[in-house]
């Protein structure tokens, strides 16, 4: 399915749909990831959501979205690839489902456009309370990465093996730079947001006309973003990074390159190798580590398509380091060397169409589908990606097999006696 | 086969109770591409003490089991099943909770084809002592992975203080030393005694016709044989109505703690409507300490909580809970002021419009859900357990009334059935 874009200075995609109950508006906001810039759009995300001039408290936000049939708001900030995007969602439920009269949608972006353009501030300042809290709550957030040992392993891989690049990093940005931040630095940000993020906006729904300048709201004239510099190096060897720290399970992850992105014309061979590796239960990491020799429960690898990056992450007692990193090189050298065989082959095109497939049944993955293209500069209609997929041979899987390398293994791991402080 | 149709909703729900006892529920949704199908058995892992089918003495299994059975079931003498579904083009996964062990997959094409290997597969057990001996190497790993999740061990440290001896204060997966004495033929008492047909729901929902799913179905079972079975009897504990412990603190590497109040309810006990109690039972958290009451933000400006806290109602076979809590700097200091929110409310009443309100917020939120198959096929089965249909949801939660919320209030949130769990930071984290 593909939307209807209108095409003015914020570019409205809409897809008109009858699949859903509800109706989605997305406002997708698009920066360059920059270490100087992610602590700012990360804290002006979250004062955003929290207050404007009409709606100037948490309780009169929530009385509002629970008077529109319990709508759900929200704004928050991730990487993808080298852009940091903010995202503002608005969800409601389409009144022909309801005992209600009421135009959900007019009031609905009204609520939106009101919390993006007029927010509580006066006097170029937000409001010091507010930023207060979610300073606090955001330093938090940064220092409670560490407590989820998964999430933090893969941080602490991605700064280690992208020092260099802005990719690593984090979307939260660092906590020094969040110290540093007050109520007029965070207007400054405010208004460099407002005049030059990429943005697109998606409405999903039952929706048949709309007045785009009303969704939208009144954003400045814009010039397209500048491309994003990439300066990946890889390194003359594997680096090899260990940490240790209170816990039982061993975390590792190994962060390998390929120089196979989103608009490159081999992105749906690469996607199918990575299934072959470890995206799915069939796949050799899952196979070989879990299944053939019981050395874990989860082994799995993603790719990051926007940047160039696999990434295999599984748990493990610390004493089998050295043979489930072994097992793992050779699964990627058997897909190197050898032809996959047909029936693995369209096992995991089928897998992969299926995934593609589920994530159009909700309203929020029909939009994210369309914007990943946009980000990489080439959008595939849902049926051209399928397509892709069908055609990948199995030299094609060799050949994006032969372009992964390896670049950098992290593992946390648990201390050697539980009485003595180890440093690695 | 039987329709029951939803005007305001615009759904149709259609059943069948096969021969054999199988209860099968169909939900078709116009323009989806995906279909979603669930094979459920009312069995999960307080299940631990019963009288195994076509015998009379009861028997005592290790902890863990259920879990354990749910990950040998994706194995039979071919090989691997999650395989078979991905041939099939179908994903396919499976999860147990205290009450339910759950088989399901999705997929865009080829349901019939999918369909029949759901139902063969859970209803085909293959177990021999070796591929027991291995998958004790894989859980090992799954239970110390949940060893080192912080929010999961607040969870299960706030059940083991409410119960004393109900099952409920087990993990679900068990420990590595129950999981160790699992053996081949404690698997097959478990099989046979409750992945009857007149045990399981098979829940489709999605791009389906229903006429031919049921054909499909009826076909499946027709061709395969079940002993007799009136119920499965299940032995019940005694347990008291008062928590166990009123308190305990875990130390864990971790650099915020975390908190979590509970409280051991009576609400399970009403069971010809235990729905409609936890309509009451969400109604009112929500009323009390969800995001916008007074509570929530007046905590989260002074830096108590964060948006990590969150409220949980529990309404089960044999036991019931109220927990809220989440991440906090304070733990005492948070658990102290919790508990002035509950006996100020308890004493001065709380606000009715903002009740009314959470209401039209959870309705929505219900009519919003029934956009995911997911959703539809694991609750669908989940009220087709407690004799009602998930679509009843959004007229029961029009029942609940303000006084039926404060009275819950004063007669389930005592000092005698209430505990607090904490995790907090070991001294040396920060190393």
Not at chain 1, 165 to 170: D, K, M
Request: net charge negative; with cysteine; proline share 4%.
């Amino acid at each position: 399915m593909q939307p209807v874009t209108t095409n003015t200075n914020i570019p409205v995609h809409l897809f008109q749909t009858k699949q859903f109950k509800t109706t989605a508006v997305i406002m997708q906001c698009r920066a360059p990831l920059s270490e100087h810039t992610a602590a700012g759009r990360a804290l002006l995300a979250r004062v955003l959501k929290k207050g404007s001039l009409r709606y100037p408290s948490q309780s009169h936000i929530k009385e509002k979205l629970d008077d529109l049939y319990g709508a759900s708001f929200s704004v928050d900030v991730g990487k993808r690839g080298n852009y940091h995007v903010m995202s503002f969602r608005m969800e409601f439920v389409n009144e022909q489902f309801l005992p209600a009269q009421e135009d959900l949608f007019a009031e609905a972006t009204a609520f939106l456009a009101e919390m993006v353009h007029a927010p509580l501030a006066e006097n170029r300042a937000f409001n010091p309370k507010i930023v207060e809290e979610e300073k606090r709550t955001l330093l938090q957030k940064i220092n409670t990465i560490y407590d989820e040992k998964d999430r933090y392993a893969n941080m602490r891989l991605v700064q280690e093996m992208c020092s260099a690049e802005a990719y690593s990093v984090h979307p939260l940005g660092d906590a020094h730079r969040m110290e540093a931040l007050d109520e007029q630095k965070l207007y400054d940000v405010y208004e460099q947001f407002l005049a030059e993020d990429a943005i697109d906006v998606y409405v999903v729904g039952d929706v048949e006309s709309y007045d785009v300048e009303a969704v939208t709201g009144p954003f400045p004239e814009r010039s397209s973003l500048p491309p994003v510099e990439d300066s990946a190096e890889r390194p003359p060897r594997v680096r090899y990074v260990e940490e240790s720290d209170d816990i039982h399970q061993g975390k590792l992850q190994l962060g390998y390159r390929t120089t196979i992105t989103q608009d490159d014309p081999q992105f749906a061979a690469m996607q199918v190798t990575n299934g072959l590796f470890g995206g799915f239960p069939h796949s050799k990491l899952f196979q070989e580590v879990r299944e053939k020799r019981s050395l874990a429960y989860y082994a799995a690898s993603r790719y990051e398509s926007q940047k160039g990056l696999v990434m295999v992450m599984t748990g493990i007692e610390k004493e089998q380091y050295e043979q489930v990193k072994a097992v793992i090189g050779e699964q990627l050298q058997a897909l190197q060397q050898e032809p996959v065989s047909e029936e693995l082959l369209a096992q995991t095109k089928g897998m992969l169409i299926n995934q593609i497939r589920e994530t159009t049944d909700a309203p929020g993955g029909l939009a994210a589908l369309h914007f990943q293209g946009k980000m990489a500069g080439r959008v595939r209609p849902i049926e051209t990606w399928i397509e892709e997929i069908e055609q990948v041979s199995a030299d094609d899987v060799l050949a994006c097999a032969n372009s992964i390398v390896l670049d950098t293994v992290f593992f946390l791991h648990g201390k050697e006696d539980k009485d003595a402080e180890t440093t690695v | 086969m039987q329709k029951q149709q939803y005007d305001q909703l615009q759904e149709t729900v259609y059943s069948e109770v096969m021969p054999n006892g199988l209860r099968v529920y169909v939900l078709p949704k116009q323009g989806f591409s995906k279909t979603f199908a669930t094979f459920t058995t009312d069995y999960g892992s307080i299940d631990n003490a019963f009288v195994p089918i076509g015998q009379k003495q009861s028997v005592e299994v290790p902890d863990g089991i259920a879990h354990f059975l749910e990950h040998k079931m994706f194995e039979d003498e071919e090989g691997d099943v999650f395989d078979t579904f991905g041939k099939q083009g179908a994903s396919a996964n499976a999860f147990t909770s205290f009450t339910r062990t759950a088989y399901l997959f999705s997929s865009t094409d080829d349901t019939a084809v999918n369909l029949h290997t759901l139902l063969d597969f859970v209803q085909h057990p293959y177990f021999t002592e070796e591929s027991v001996e291995k998958e004790k190497g894989i859980i090992g790993q799954e239970i110390s992975m949940y060893d080192d999740d912080a929010d999961w061990r607040l969870f299960f440290q706030l059940l083991g203080n409410l119960y004393d001896r109900h099952p409920a204060r087990i993990d679900i997966a068990g420990t590595a030393e129950s999981i160790n004495r699992i053996t081949k033929d404690d698997l097959y008492t478990c099989y046979h005694t409750f992945y009857h047909p007149s045990n399981m729901i098979l829940y489709v929902a999605g791009a389906v016709e229903p006429q031919e799913i049921f054909e499909l179905v009826r076909s499946n079972q027709a061709e395969k044989e079940f002993a007799p079975m009136d119920h499965v009897e299940r032995i019940e504990v005694d347990e008291p109505a008062t928590a166990l412990h009123s308190k305990a603190v875990e130390k864990m590497s971790i650099r915020l703690p975390k908190v979590l109040l509970g409280y051991k309810l009576s609400l399970h006990n009403e069971t010809d409507n235990l729905l409609y109690q936890e309509a009451r039972l969400e109604l009112l958290l929500e009323t009390l300490f969800g995001e916008g009451s007074e509570a929530y933000e007046t905590l989260y400006s002074e830096g108590l909580i964060d948006d990590s806290f969150s409220s949980e109602a529990m309404i089960e076979r044999s036991f019931s809970l109220a927990a809220l809590g989440g991440n906090t700097p304070k733990p005492e200091e948070t658990e102290a002021r919790l508990l002035d929110i509950i006996e100020h409310a308890q004493t001065e009443g709380m606000d009715e419009q903002r009740f009314e309100r959470m209401r039209k917020k959870l309705l929505g939120q219900l009519v919003k859900q029934l956009n995911s198959t997911e959703f539809l096929a694991t609750e669908g089965t989940r009220y087709a357990f407690h004799g009602a249909s998930v679509m009843d949801a959004v007229e029961i939660m029009q029942q609940v009334t303000f006084d039926d919320i404060s009275g819950l209030l004063q007669s389930e949130f005592r000092i005698d059935n209430r505990t607090t769990s904490i995790i907090d930071q070991k001294a040396e984290a920060d190393a």
